[in-house]
């Protein structure tokens, strides 16, 4: 956790960071999608990845690094729309 201390509190590293994480956890989904015939339709296994970003965001909070916070709270909304555009459209 020394290392989050040690970080530049730096909105564009929260959005950085704030659409990593969500690109790793729904990059899995996806494959558990698309290779688990059970999941076939689980498209809400996404949300997942999104809502992990709300932890995420919380430590960052925790360690007083409020502007990584916001960049990644961008990210999150960010992806919402993406994920709400995939459904819609």
Not at 22 to 33: E, G, H, K, L, S
Not at 54 to 73: C, D, H, S
Request: proline share 1%; with cysteine.
């Amino acid at each position: 956790m020394e290392r989050l201390r040690k970080l530049n509190n730096s909105v564009w590293l929260g959005l950085g960071i704030g659409l990593l994480v969500p690109a790793i956890c729904c990059f899995v989904a996806w494959y558990v999608i698309h290779h688990v015939a059970s999941l076939a339709k689980a498209d809400l296994l996404y949300i997942g990845g999104i809502a992990l970003n709300a932890y995420t965001m919380q430590t960052f909070f925790k360690y007083n690094k409020e502007n990584i916070g916001r960049g990644i709270l961008a990210a999150t909304f960010l992806c919402a729309f993406v994920f709400f555009a995939y459904k819609v459209f």
